[in-house]
């Protein structure tokens, strides 16, 4: 059974990485021996860039308490998560989807922009987290997450490389393929 952690603070992330969790989510304030630790233990992080700033942009609608909290969690987290990347830990793209804030959409696009954008990871880093990563984590690399021979073909097709521009994986315009077959929308 895979297990996730939504943890934040570097003792908890520790106490749950100690036990084995296969991911954490959010993973705010994360510190070295944490990396260390994930690196060891080859537990996966999941950063959800997009669950604090959906907070952080809805100063009307949220308590003021959570404003702060989630600013003091935004700052520390770029750094960490540019950290934990460059370290070697196994990145996996998530946005806590479901929760409150951010809707039930698939923002996933937005996230990886912003994993970019904010985690300053770079774009290579960001679509291995969305696509091999994940796909590791899960368990399911032998048939997701790579374009190769004995894998199903599942992938998006674009207008542009993403590599240049993340945000055009936020485009309408996209070709989808399971399984080799394309999606019709
Ligand atoms: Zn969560």
Redesign the pocket.
């Known amino acids: 059974i895979k297990v996730a952690a ?1 943890a934040q603070g570097a003792e908890g992330i520790k106490i749950a990485v100690r036990a084995g969790v296969d991911s954490v ?2 993973a705010f304030h994360i510190d070295d021996e944490s990396i260390e630790l994930m690196k060891n233990k080859g537990t996966s992080v999941v950063p ?1 860039m997009i ?1 604090m700033k959906r907070i952080i942009d809805r100063p009307d609608e949220v308590p003021s308490w959570m404003i702060e909290r989630a600013i003091t969690h935004w700052e520390a987290h770029q750094k960490s998560i540019e950290k934990a990347a460059a370290a070697g830990v196994n990145i996996v793209m998530g946005t ?1 989807s479901g ?1 409150p804030f951010n809707g039930f959409g698939n923002e996933s696009a937005v996230e990886m922009d912003m994993m970019v954008e904010f985690g300053h990871m770079t774009p290579q880093q960001v679509l291995k987290s969305a696509t091999v990563n994940a796909a590791k984590m899960m368990g399911i690399n032998d048939n997701y997450g790579a374009i190769e021979v004995g894998q199903y073909a599942d992938f998006i097709v674009i207008r542009e490389n993403p590599i240049n521009n993340m945000k055009v994986l936020q485009q309408e315009q996209k070709q989808i393929f399971q399984h080799g077959h394309a999606v019709i929308r």
């Open positions: 939504h989510e959010h959800t669950a806590d929760t």
